[in-house]
């Protein structure tokens, strides 16, 4: 009898969806927040490009301000909430889905709402690739905790490039060549490479 093969984390477009966590005005303080912005951007049109469905949250919007422009997020209808996961402000996105499989996960704060999202998403099934070069904090060292804590709990740690590149699949790809040009320049620097240099005993 053949082993059973662990979950390998493959992101298909019909059955993932985009998740991004209150980018809004008064969290420009967050550390790397124009380049982590700058990413989940990136994430959003090629999801637009792929009929990949996107949900926007904003967290108590009335004091922490509206998502900011550069989001590109246009046409998307902001939830609110105060809750410090996602899930009850998209249940019932997730409820008309039943066909969904994987959650791309973007926004701020990592150990904050990026962290409760995901256990409540992994609680209910789903995969979670969280895209970390598109998750910040205002402390890295609660940024490298959360997002080591995240793969312990299940959830698969992803750049943004290799997401896109799993979505898309094949450079015979209708829309590759208009992918192609939204990674052309490299994504860019989070202060991911600090994080993870010297094998961080977190990551072993």
């Known amino acids: 009898m053949a082993a059973v093969r662990p979950n390998?984390?493959?992101?298909?477009?019909?059955?993932s969806i985009l998740f991004l966590c209150d980018m809004q005005e008064k969290f420009r303080h967050v550390a790397y927040f124009p380049q982590i912005v700058s990413v989940a951007a990136r994430m959003l049109k090629v999801a637009r490009l792929l009929e990949v469905p996107a949900v926007l949250t904003e967290q108590y919007p009335e004091g922490l301000g509206p998502t900011v422009p550069e989001l590109g997020a246009e046409g998307l209808r902001p939830l609110a909430k105060t809750c410090f996961s996602m899930v009850p402000a998209v249940q019932q996105e997730l409820d008309t889905r039943p066909r969904l499989r994987s959650v791309l996960l973007c926004g701020i704060e990592t150990q904050a709402c990026i962290l409760n999202t995901t256990l409540d998403l992994l609680d209910r099934g789903l995969q979670v690739h969280v895209v970390v070069d598109a998750c910040s904090s205002r402390s890295q060292v609660d940024r490298l905790v959360a997002l080591a804590r995240m793969r312990q709990s299940g959830a698969f740690l992803s750049t943004s490039e290799g997401l896109i590149l799993q979505l898309v699949g094949d450079a015979a790809h209708p829309q590759f060549k208009k992918?192609?040009?939204?990674?052309?320049e490299p994504a860019p620097d989070s202060g991911l490479l600090g994080l993870f240099q010297g094998q961080n005993p977190l990551f072993r």
């Open 179 to 184: 992918i192609q040009k939204i990674i052309k």
């Open 8 to 15: 390998l984390g493959r992101v298909l477009p019909g059955s």
